[in-house]
């Protein structure tokens, strides 16, 4: 019986109108953590520019213009563009002869620190050098000073690489991405609060409305809410399930069975948002053990606001 009660139970799909007045009681908490993990994310990010990546990082460049070799390769130029010199630059070709220049200088570090940019005018290379230890830096700009025209020898389709002008050490103005990180965190925070709701709301089997009692225990009668708002229906409902019989009613059956076998039965009252089905099936199974009646329930201690949101209108 309980196997088929639960089927159909599942099979009614959920209550929607219950969802979302659920929802907009926790709604305060799923704030709280999406703002939380804005925080968290905006101070993670902080943590790690300042604290852990916090060397102040330097550039020095140098622009260099170029000669084609038209003459021998009349299209030459249609290979070296922004993509291709940003590998040229590290090429062995000039890397190598920069190392030679600079004693104990590390290839790695050369490679990691050079970059090149270039304007809308493909005859102009800018050589990028950054990094922290500025003695470093300068010592590669100067360098490449002098590798980039060699490079221009040894290449077909260059006539030559001059040094065209040269720019000052600058330190390197960080693009701050404490808002995006914040936006990232405040998005988890929100996806995890969503996610925790709806496994808690899937999980929980408290008792709100007249619908969550029934769709478990049809076979018991629902007296009604007792509450101020809903007393005249439940009044009436008490008349017409219990009549002149002598009842007596619990909210603790545990505590009150001796109480209730003395009776022709009992109301048993449920805590509104507190008492769970599986406490209900227990208060069933245990007044039949005994030999007591159950005549039908209460749902008390309401929250009335909850109620009208649910039914639309203050009394139903």
Not at 47 to 75: A, C, M, Q, R, W
Request: hydrophobic letters at 40%; aromatic letters at 12%.
């Amino acid at each position: 019986m309980d196997r088929i009660k639960d089927e159909k139970y599942m099979s009614e799909g959920m209550d929607m109108r219950r969802f979302f007045l659920c929802l907009y009681k926790k709604l305060w908490i799923i704030i709280a953590v999406t703002v939380l993990g804005a925080l968290l994310g905006a101070a993670v990010y902080l943590l790690y520019k300042n604290v852990i990546h916090g060397e102040k990082v330097y550039e020095i460049s140098s622009d260099y213009y170029i000669t084609f070799n038209e003459k021998d390769y009349p299209k030459g130029m249609d290979y070296y563009n922004a993509y291709t010199w940003n590998e040229f630059v590290v090429d062995d070709r000039i890397v190598e002869p920069v190392l030679a220049m600079i004693p104990g200088m590390d290839k790695q570090f050369v490679i990691d620190s050079v970059s090149s940019r270039m304007p809308s005018d493909y005859r102009v290379l800018t050589v990028v050098v950054e990094g922290t230890d500025t003695e470093k830096i300068q010592a590669i700009n100067e360098a490449y000073k002098s590798a980039m025209p060699a490079f221009a020898d040894e290449v077909g389709e260059l006539s030559t690489i001059e040094l065209w002008s040269e720019n000052e050490m600058y330190p390197v103005k960080n693009n701050d991405k404490a808002k995006n990180a914040a936006i990232l965190g405040a998005l988890i925070g929100l996806i995890i609060a969503a996610f925790a709701f709806g496994v808690y709301y899937c999980m929980d089997d408290r008792i709100y409305t007249e619908k969550d009692f029934v769709s478990h225990f049809p076979e018991v009668p629902f007296i009604g809410y007792d509450t101020k708002a809903y007393a005249n229906d439940t009044q009436a409902n008490r008349q017409m399930v219990i009549g002149e019989a002598d009842v007596y009613e619990t909210s603790d059956v545990s505590a009150d069975i001796e109480e209730i076998k003395k009776h022709d039965g009992c109301v048993l009252k449920l805590a509104f948002g507190k008492t769970h089905i599986t406490a209900v099936e227990y208060d069933i199974q245990l007044i039949g053990k005994q030999g007591g009646k159950l005549c039908g329930v209460l749902l008390g201690d309401c929250d009335e606001k909850f109620l009208k949101r649910y039914y639309g209108k203050q009394q139903r």
